[in-house]
């Protein structure tokens, strides 16, 4: 069975602080990706990054960053030097490689006080 | 902007009522996937199409139907509403059948209300 577990339910920062989002995975396989994806307060789902199982290279985008590792199921998220724009939902998702479902995690929600 | 077009907005009815939510996706891409999202269940998947075709079906209820059209937009169809339904529900649409290596591009969602 597939699954993706965010454990941290609400995060709260103060601007320019460090914040590091949780996401923890189950699944069978060998080959599967990584998602995480971003809920402004305006409702829409962007798309952030994906990762395949192969890949353990932790890989940086400007302010984030994101740590992959298969060792303990992880693929956490961080954003430096944290913004009020970051303040969002983030979510986490899993997919196989011949699946057709994303499984999500239930989310994140970042608050980023100025 | 995801390239992903979700009408109506907003929609508000009445319990009982049947409404049809809309979905446009990406051009090129041949996938639509419908979630709902509610407060207490987060990101629940519905039903996916590939192609005019259903490929996958999540917790879709039986009062719910689904199609793509040979245009590949795609309708969502909700019928005698309860107030449960009352949620966000997004259309989100990919290149490929299956997850692999294409991400799913979603709407803004279409919020139901049922009073």
């Known amino acids: 069975a597939q699954k993706v577990t965010q454990a941290q339910t609400e995060i709260s920062v103060v601007e320019k602080e460090d914040v590091t989002l949780d996401c923890v995975y189950e699944t069978r396989d060998t080959t599967y990706y990584l998602f995480w994806y971003k809920q402004p307060p305006s409702g829409e789902l962007v798309f952030l990054i994906r990762r395949n199982s192969f890949d353990e290279q932790n890989e940086i985008s400007g302010r984030y960053s994101w740590n992959f590792q298969k060792s303990t199921s992880s693929f956490n998220f961080t954003i430096t030097a944290s913004q009020v724009v970051d303040s969002a939902v983030y979510f986490c998702?899993?997919?196989?490689?011949?699946?057709?479902?994303?499984?999500f995690g239930t989310g994140t929600s970042l608050t980023v006080i100025p | 902007d995801s390239g992903v077009t979700q009408t109506p907005k907003h929609l508000i009815t009445a319990t009982g009522q049947r409404v049809t939510l809309r979905c446009s996706p990406r051009s090129g891409d041949l996938s639509v996937y419908w979630y709902q999202q509610s407060l207490d269940q987060g990101l629940q998947f519905l039903i996916q199409?590939?192609?005019?075709?259903?490929?996958a079906k999540g917790n879709i209820l039986e009062r719910f139907s689904a199609q793509q059209f040979p245009d590949l937009h795609s309708e969502l169809n909700l019928s005698s509403l309860e107030l449960g339904d009352s949620a966000l529900y997004f259309c989100?649409?990919?290149?490929?059948?299956?997850?692999?290596?294409?991400?799913?591009?979603f709407g803004n969602g279409t919020r139901l209300t049922v009073t």
């Open positions: 998702a899993l997919t196989q490689l011949l699946g057709n479902q994303f499984y």
């Open positions: 199409y590939y192609n005019g075709e259903e490929r």
């Open positions: 989100a649409s990919s290149v490929g059948t299956g997850s692999s290596n294409s991400p799913l591009h």
